[in-house]
């Protein structure tokens, strides 16, 4: 059960430490398991925000860019038919694969307000918020939950019967 994770190994630590007989190594394998799989989640964690961190930069750069610099448009073919273009055209202002991303009007959807190259990324980023947001909530309500077990002064089965209504 222990391998599982289903107690944290601190929680682990202090119910070892209430029994007089008990020793560290009856629990070392699972301790040192448990710090090296949290280790290569932080070093992964650290990668990821390394990655972010630079692409958010580089995307700061490309709207002060487009704030404060002219845009030339030199696209002949529509992005999706590949035909000439002819008006009514729209440009977004994003790239695909390098080319930026220019429609007929006719080519696009009468409600398209994306790229529908680049449509399918961009809302994989918001949805990748939208999910560490909801993380980082989930986060707090556990921290809460921990707090208020640790403070329930020899009442914790009152306190996680609670916890699940």
Request: net charge negative; aromatic share 6%.
């Amino acid at each position: 059960a222990i391998d599982r994770e289903l107690v944290p190994p601190l929680m682990v630590i202090q119910i070892l430490s209430q029994h007089p007989g008990a020793h560290l190594g009856l629990i070392k394998g699972f301790v040192t398991g448990a710090l090296q799989r949290d280790k290569a989640a932080i070093d992964g964690d650290s990668s990821l925000i390394a990655q972010y961190k630079e692409e958010t930069e580089r995307m700061r750069g490309e709207v002060e860019a487009l704030r404060s610099e002219g845009r030339i448009f030199q696209s002949r073919n529509c992005s999706a038919c590949q035909q000439p273009l002819d008006l009514p055209s729209v440009h977004f202002m994003c790239s695909h694969k390098g080319q930026p991303c220019v429609f007929h009007r006719r080519c696009l959807g009468d409600s398209e307000r994306e790229c529908p190259l680049c449509g399918e990324e961009h809302q994989r980023a918001v949805n990748m918020r939208a999910s560490q947001q909801l993380a980082a909530d989930r986060g707090a309500v556990h921290e809460a939950f921990f707090r208020q077990l640790s403070a329930s002064e020899g009442r914790g089965f009152e306190t996680i019967a609670d916890y699940f209504g």
